[in-house]
């Protein structure tokens, strides 16, 4: 089966500007996750979906960054403005949420560099 | 979700077992240990996990101690390939399928 796919991979901005991520779940899986990985570090969950509705966002910057998941699919992370330490990894992740079984399944993630 | 403690890194010749443990002192009895680990520049990827009891699939062996406050991943037959930071991670199954806490977890170095 595909796997999670995310766009773009690289992405350079400068700071004040906008960006957004594209995240395709596995198909079928109805929780979706987006996590920041700042480099030296371990992932940290911003935003988890479970279909098309919020779940945890506590601790999502809700001043800059906003996230939604139409139809219960696909999913975009939006920042804006940015900020120079926005730079990080942006993961997205994807779970069956199945009682017994809920494994998470990453994409490759896109680099955010903040100039 | 309770406190995990990882070494910071770790070496292996390849073709050896390697043993990565992890401290988890504070778990709760319907807590798991999950691991997962990353390669460089790709998402984490999902190994094993367990309750109480060792559990054993095509990646890896997971030993918990019987008072569950540590456990050990063992790769069975290192590779270059298994080169990564490998996260353990206390967590409870099924439970709403809640965001995981990352620690800095171990990076494990494989060499020739």
């Known amino acids: 089966e595909a796997g999670v796919a995310q766009s773009p991979r690289y992405k350079i901005i400068e700071k004040r500007q906008s960006v957004a991520f594209w995240c395709n779940p596995i198909?079928?899986?109805?929780?979706l996750y987006w996590y920041q990985q700042i480099l030296g570090q371990g992932p940290k969950l911003l935003i988890q979906?479970?279909?098309?509705?919020?779940?945890?966002d506590s601790q999502l910057p809700k001043d800059r960054f906003s996230a939604e998941r139409l139809k219960g699919v696909d999913s975009t992370l939006k920042i804006q403005p940015a900020k120079l330490e926005d730079s990080a990894v942006y993961l997205c992740a994807s779970s069956l949420f199945d009682r017994g079984t809920d494994t998470q399944y990453f994409g490759p993630g896109t680099r955010l560099t903040v100039l | 979700d309770a406190k995990t403690t990882q070494p910071p890194s770790m070496d292996c010749a390849e073709g050896r077992a390697a043993n990565l443990p992890c401290n988890h002192s504070t778990i709760s009895g319907n807590e798991y240990v999950y691991w997962y680990r990353q390669i460089h520049s790709q998402g984490p990827q999902y190994i094993i996990h367990?309750?109480?009891n060792n559990e054993t699939n095509e990646m890896a062996s997971l030993i918990i101690t019987e008072d569950r406050k540590s456990s050990t991943l063992i790769l069975p037959h290192a590779t270059l390939r298994d080169t990564a930071v490998y996260y353990c991670i206390v967590r409870i199954s099924g439970g709403g399928a809640d965001g995981l806490t990352f620690g800095k977890g171990t990076h494990l170095i494989i060499q020739p």
């Open positions: 367990g309750l109480k």
């Open positions: 979906f479970q279909n098309n509705g919020v779940v945890d």
């Open positions: 198909s079928g899986h109805a929780t």
